[in-house]
T-cell receptor, first 113, second 112 residues
Framework: AQSVAQPEDQVNVAEGNPLTVKCTYS??????LFWYVQYPNRGLQFLLK??????LVKGSYGFEAEFNKSQTSFHLKKPSALVSDSALYFC???????????FGDGTTLTVKP | SQTIHQWPATLVQPVGSPLSLECTVE??????LYWYRQAAGRGLQLLFY??????ISSEVPQNLSASRPQDRQFILSSKKLLLSDSGFYLC???????????FGAGTRLSVL
């Protein structure tokens, strides 16, 4: 079985400060990991993914995520937050033995000017 | 380039009425297709997914059904809507060999 947890419903940061949105996962095999962003009343947009290789993955809009196998985590990060980064962020995982991905419950990021 | 179309954007239906939401994908062939429901702007609930024409897997037993009459067309239906069917419905597709999912703009369904 596979599962993913986003322990924070809400993350608040000031514009210009670094941001982190947390994600932990559980799989029986090797994980494929994804981050998506959703703006109000819109569909989800893909940000980045980890399949294999370098643990630090760079994605769209200056976001990056670090895969940590020992901590089973895949936290989303950005060095300097923008007000326009305010949105709902979803982490997703797929076990290499599974047929489809499982999404977390989402974390609302609010960046204040 | 590939695009996904989902309509209508908003829908208000009375309890007990039928439902048909349509999703089409352009620019790719044999995509995996998905229907999700999102309640109150939070987590996604996978309702159905399809790996090919006529091949539908149901994740949650309920009064909804899905069909895939053509390779790039995915339809979500109900014979009689319930109040609890209200929500934001999202269609998505992915390439068979890649797990990135590409989402439509969503349909906001209100059952009154």
């Amino acid at each position: 079985a596979q599962s993913v947890a986003q322990p924070e419903d809400q993350v608040n940061v000031a514009e210009g400060n670094p941001l982190t949105v947390k994600c932990t996962y559980s799989v029986s095999g090797n994980p494929y990991l994804f981050w998506y962003v959703q703006y109000p009343n819109r569909g989800l947009q893909f940000l980045l993914k980890y399949i294999t290789g370098d643990n630090l993955v760079k994605g769209s809009y200056g976001f990056e995520a670090e895969f940590n196998k020992s901590q089973t985590s895949f936290h989303l990060k950005k060095p300097s937050a923008l007000v326009s980064d305010s949105a709902l962020y979803f982490c997703a995982v797929r076990d290499t033995n599974a047929g489809k991905s499982t999404f977390g419950d989402g974390t609302t990021l609010t960046v204040k000017p | 380039s590939q695009t996904i179309h989902q309509w209508p954007a908003t829908l208000v239906q009375p309890v007990g009425s039928p439902l048909s939401l349509e999703c089409t994908v352009e620019g790719t062939s044999n995509p995996n297709l998905y229907w999700y429901r999102q309640a109150a702007g939070r987590g996604l609930q996978l309702l159905f997914y399809s790996v090919g024409i006529g091949q539908i897997s149901s994740e949650v037993p309920q009064n909804l059904s899905a069909s895939r009459p053509q390779d790039r067309q995915f339809i979500l239906s109900s014979k009689k809507l319930l109040l609890s069917d209200s929500g934001f419905y999202l269609c998505a597709w992915s390439k068979v060999t890649s797990d990135i999912q590409y989402f439509g703009a969503g349909t906001r369904l209100s059952v009154l």
